[in-house]
């Protein structure tokens, strides 16, 4: 069976580590996507993540958003500032940047990709 999602990963200069994923959304795409963030974060050690999320399909709930996010926490991404842009279903993100935030890692949303190459660059000041 084909994976539901691509992801490539690519190392920019300054040390931010860009993850663009594609494919159809669900919970465990979601998580098998950053499951494999971790994995090349632990393995690049990047001054800053950018995710590119291109996922298609019906946006997670609030509460999956929770699930992901309390399987990410405490796997190494703390203190990496972390832009995720999301051009598509951007509604509920603000429910993962919240939970994000609260479990301790640096996160923002963004529908544009320029908006997050701003905020990255500013928090490298």
Request: aromatic fraction near 8%; proline fraction near 4%; charge should be neutral.
């Amino acid at each position: 069976m084909e994976a539901p999602f691509a992801i490539h990963f690519s190392r920019c200069p300054d040390g931010v580590l860009r993850a663009s994923v594609a494919g159809v959304r669900s919970l465990q795409a979601t998580i098998a996507y950053w499951d494999a963030i971790l994995t090349e974060s632990g393995r690049e050690r990047p001054t800053a993540l950018m995710v590119l999320d291109d996922l298609v399909g019906e946006e997670l709930a609030a509460s999956e958003w929770k699930q992901l996010v309390q399987n990410v926490a405490g796997r190494g991404l703390e203190g990496i500032p972390i832009a995720h842009v999301k051009p598509f279903s951007f509604d509920q993100m603000s429910y993962c940047e919240r939970y994000a935030n609260e479990a301790g890692l640096i996160a923002r949303t963004f529908r544009r990709k320029n908006d997050a190459i701003a905020w990255l660059q500013a928090r490298a000041g």
